[in-house]
Each structure stands twice: as C-alpha cells, then as structure tokens.
C-alpha cells in the first residue's frame, strides 16, 4: 500500500483563503511525497497513484479562482527549503507542485485557463497607472519581486508534524500579493510547469496579442485578462502587446545604434555640439527612462533574471561616463578629456550591436546558451584574478631595480594567455634564484591547470544547458514575455516619447492623481497616433491575407472552424469571467463553454454558436460552389 492511498485528500471544496489552500496543499504534498524522484517518474509512474487523485479532486469540486497561485506558491516554499535538505525530497515536492498545476490547468478550457494564470493572486490586486503616479508599492505586482527574494516561512512546511503556516505567524501568500500565477511561477523557478504547452499557449497568445490585460485607456480603465475583441477593444491598447513593444524597441535601438555611429564618425571638436550629438543624449536619457520604468514594473527578481538586463545597465553605465566627459571637455576646452570622452563612447558598440541584433531574435536558445555558459565564465574568473594578483606581487618585487612594475604586469599577462617562452626568457632578469622555478609554476598553474578546468567547466555547463534546453528557453521566454506585458501602467510610452511624461512628474504636487492620468491619456494619444495606425494596418493586412488563403482553400477552412469537441467538461470556475469572445483566436481557438447545469438551465455558448455559424457559412459556400459547377456542366451540355 503506498502513502497516498493512506493520506485522506485535503478537503478544499469550502476554502476561501489562498492561504488556507497553501497549507492544505504543501501537507498534503510532504506527506504523500516521501521519498526523492525526478520529474519523469512522477509523471510517468507515480502520477496515477500519488498526484492523480489530487488533481481530480481540485477539478471536480474545488472552484477557488487562486488554486494555481497556491500550488505555485507551495513550490516557492518548497524550493526555500531546499536549500537545508541534502535528500531533495523538497525538491520532488516542488516538481509535484508544478505537475498538479499542470495537469490542473490541462482540464480547464482556454478561457478559464487565462482566468486561473493571467489574473493577480484574489484579494490583492490593486490598481495602479503608472511608475510616476504609483505610491503604494507592495501592493503592485513589483512589491512582490522586489521582496520576493526572501521568501521563507519560519518553520513550516516540515517533513514530519507540519503545522499551518499561518501558525509560524507569517502570511505566506501576502509575499506574492498582486502577482499573476505565470509571474509566481516564473519568481519561483517553476520551469516544468512554464514549459508545457497548455501553459505556452497562453504565454504565447499573451506575445501575439490575442490575450491582452487592457481593453480601453480611460481614467477607470481596470486591468483584466481576456481575449482580444477588436470591436470592444481601444485601439491604443494595442501598443502593450509584447510583439509590437519588441518591434518599436528594436526601430529604437536601430536609431540609437546610426546616432552612435554618426556621433563617433563626425567627432566634432572640442566646443562644438551637433544636432546628431544632442538627439544621442536624447536617446540615452529615454533608454535610462524606460530601464527605470521596466525595473519598477517587473521588479528586480524578473529583471535580474533576463541577462541582457546586464548589457542595458552597461549601455547607461557607458552613455552616461560618456556625458560627464563630454561635458567638461566642453566646459574646460581640453583636447584630451574629448578624446577620452569618444574614447569611452567607443565601448557602447561592445554591448550596444549585439543587444539590437537579440531583439531581432527574441530569446532564440544560441543566445541564451551563450548567456549561460557566460556566466559560468564569470564565476571562474574569481581564483584566477586571485591567483594571477598574488604571483604579480612576488614577481613585482623580486625584480625591483631591473623591470618596472608594467613591464612585470604585461609580461605576465603575455605568459598567461600562452607565451610562455617569454616568462622563461624573462625570469632570470626577475630573479636569478626564484625566477625560473617561479615562472615555471605560474605557467603550470595557467596555461595547464586553469585553461583546462576552464575548458572542462565549459564543456559540461553546456552539456547541462543542452540537457534541459527547451525547458530553460521557455523559462526564459517566458520571462521576456511577462516582463513586456504584465505592467499595471495604464499609459505606456514609448521611448524616446517617454521623457515628456517627465513634464507631468512635478505636477503630482498640485494636480490630482484623476486629472493627472486624464492629461496623461491626452498626451499618450496625441503622439502615438501614428504607432496606432501601423499596428492596425499590420493587423488588417495579417487578416487579408489570411482571409485569402482561406478562400483559396475552403475545404481546409471547413475543417479548422469545425465544432469543437470537447463540449462537456468540468463547472464553471467562480473566478469572475469578462473574457469576451475575440475574433482573432485563431491560434487560441478556445474550447467552448459548458451548459451551466447548476440551475438546471442549458444555453449555449459564444464560442459554440460562433464555430456553428462558422460551419454553416462554410457549408452555405461548398454548396454555392457546386450549384455554380452544375449550372456550367448544364450550359456546356445544352450547347452541345
């Protein structure tokens, strides 16, 4: 007999606090997952038995709108004590976690599925518009990135005798407050669950636009997750899809990038600024404007995570040493300090061409492998300027009076990178006694031992990113995605438009927060009119072509808007549900809505009449289409 069949199922059925799931969940979870696993054999083998039951019952008779949030959160904890637990039993009870989230979120239709992920933790989400107007930061979803570092729980969630948290005197589910379940899971390194594909295609209907958090940009604009409705839908709320917020960043960067190069080009001399010149400082005070703002929005866990945050902050770093320069070459008229001004301007091009040509690839896995292995180089970098500064010293002093202390420096770094018959020519000349049994244990230590642990470092970090590389690109994407897109700014500008919203930050002291985002709507829609209008004829374009292809192929498109099957499935989630039915969910294509058999009634839903009408509009053209054919054999027979 096995440990689940001996725990009784957690009865959730009348749970009203996230909390309170989070406690029944995790206990249940400790006490049933008794021993370490990997995530293929819970799914594979013990699924049936352990975490199937669970699942069942979550969907048959819990309908808690945060379910979700409380399994995510659990894993949270779990991975927390992690850390203290050298048997990974946690570790299998996070995966656990993950799993039941999963197969969760596999029996509920599209549209509840958006409401169970894309929708803030229940009771805690509060509306805010935007980083200038928000005062109340733990309560936005980047309160609970910024803290969520420190995610423990006091004693709870033990393997034997395991109390509520709520009896550790700490809120576990407060720590997460504001945040949807796809940030929860992204805060908390739920990578299995990010990367199924029920959980993708959200992620990815979020990317293309086809579930959106914003409906109309009005001064009571709520933040809800639904399907996009061109008809019901603003049309600047467009502007906060991540596709087309990548695509103007992208023309942002391309226009960065020909100012960098016609700044550094031209070079003008020492007290002369050009036009070209000025539009660069431009663009450098909106690329730190707008890094201000995604930091504010996403919080520090999101953004520390996506490792081309590192090159954004070296772009402000590089841009901002080189307008201190530039401004006192200009102020002092000295030829030198402008050299090392575009001397310092030169570096952007390191980190500035390889961050435009990312967002041409989006997180593509060559990119974030080479992310990856970077960053092992990173950290192994440490012993050897450890190792590399203490031999420097000793030979520094051991030939005081016959080499410089540059010439010592240099010589080193020649033998370190391979050289090594220049050390020894030089090491009698550093010291006849200690110099060559010297050089010869630097060259040991680097060109043998260090280069080599450096190669095998490499090689098996990148063996370990190959292993779970479509888990940790998804994770990643994902990340990329939710960054772009879960902000509960209602105006969003884009750079270089984003520093006249700086006009309205000293009005926050005289004008209120109401008047304050109507002005800001006002400007939001009299400068991104013309942003508006591409997306729209990019859109209408997309939807000819489409609807083209279609009529070039009609018994293909019968069968794609054929009824959908999966009629019947589980009651209606109690989360409240304002998911209008879009026209543009092709790659969605949302399962129906169940009759609502709670009230004994039947009514059929939006999405089932639409793919009925569908149908019979499909059925109407084959038969117009054959009655055409007919009549043309008749008229060739009669002329016959």
Known sequence: MTAASKVQLPQL???????????????????????????????????????????????DEVHHPGVVHALLIAKGHYVTLESDDDRGINATRGLSCELVAWRFVTHLSKRDAIDHLCADLPGDSQYHDDVEGSTDLAASPGAGLLDGASRELGEGFRDE??????????????????????????????????????????INGIWNGEIVFWKEISQH??????????????????????????????????????????????????????PAEVLLYVWIAAFIHNEFGELWDSGLTL??????????????????????????????????????????????GIVLVPRRVVLIAKPEPIFWNASCVTKDFIKFLGPVAILYIGFNTTFAFLARGTMSVRETNWTLIQVFFGSSYLGFGVAEQISPILGPPLMLLFVCLTNILLVTSLISLLSNSLTKVMEHARDEYLFVYSIYVLEAST??????????????????????????????????????????????????AFESGRQFLHDRQRAKTPFAALTQNSAPANLLRRPQSTLPSSVGAGTQTRSLDCHAQPADTRNGTTSAPDETVQALQQLADGLRTQLHSVERILEVERSRRSAT
């Open 13 to 59: 059925g009348n749970v009203d606090s996230v909390d309170a799931l989070v406690s029944k969940l995790s206990s249940y979870i400790s006490k049933i997952i008794e021993t370490p696993h990997t995530f293929e054999e819970l799914r594979t083998t013990l699924y049936a038995e352990t975490l199937k039951p669970l699942v069942q019952h979550l969907t």
């Open 161 to 202: 005798d395991i109390p509520l948290p709520a009896e550790s005197g700490r809120v576990p589910a407060s720590e997460y407050r504001g945040m949807t379940a796809l940030e929860i899971a992204a805060v908390t390194d739920a990578k299995k669950f990010l990367a199924q594909q029920s959980v993708q295609q959200i």
């Open 221 to 274: 604009a709520v933040k809800e997750a639904e399907i996009y409705n061109p008809k019901r839908s603003d049309p600047f709320c467009r502007l906060r899809v991540p596709l087309y917020l990548k695509a103007f960043e992208f023309l942002f960067f391309a226009a960065f990038l020909a100012l960098y190069y016609f700044v550094l080009v031209e070079k003008t001399p020492l007290r002369t600024v050009t």
């Open 303 to 348: 953004y520390s995570v996506d490792f081309w945050s590192l090159w954004d902050v070296s772009i402000i770093a590089i841009g901002i040493a080189f307008f201190i320069c530039r401004m006192i070459a200009i102020s002092s008229g000295d030829r030198r300090t402008t050299d090392i001004a575009f001397d310092i301007l030169s570096l952007e």
């Open 487 to 536: 902000s509960n700014r209602l105006t969003y500008f884009l750079p270089p438009t984003n520093l006249l919203a700086l006009l309205f930050r000293p009005m926050r002291l005289i004008v209120p927060a109401d008047s304050l985002r109507a002005y800001r709507i006002i400007l939001l829609k009299a400068t991104h009119w013309p942003f508006v209008g591409l997306i729209l």
